[in-house]
């Protein structure tokens, strides 16, 4: 499973802030200042999880807090 984080709603300084205070290291963060990656993925706020198969198809979306265990559970259904 790869995680990435997607930053679009703060500036660049800000996403790197975020970073270094939370630790983000064990995933891959990325910066979209555009939101064309909002607009492509349907995002309307954050905080989003959005779940893909292999083959890059939103398989699940969570909207605000989500729980980790249904995350795994529906992964590993994939």
Known sequence: MTVIGLGA???????????????????RMLYDES???WDVLGIRGQ???????TEGRGQTTWYGPF????????????
């Open 9 to 27: 709603q703060d500036t660049y300084q800000e996403a790197l802030d975020f970073v270094d205070a939370y630790g983000t290291k064990s995933f």
């Open 35 to 37: 939101f064309e990656s």
């Open 47 to 53: 905080p989003i999880a959005i779940l893909f198969d």
């Open 67 to 78: 729980d980790e265990t249904e995350v795994l559970e529906q992964a590993a259904s994939l």
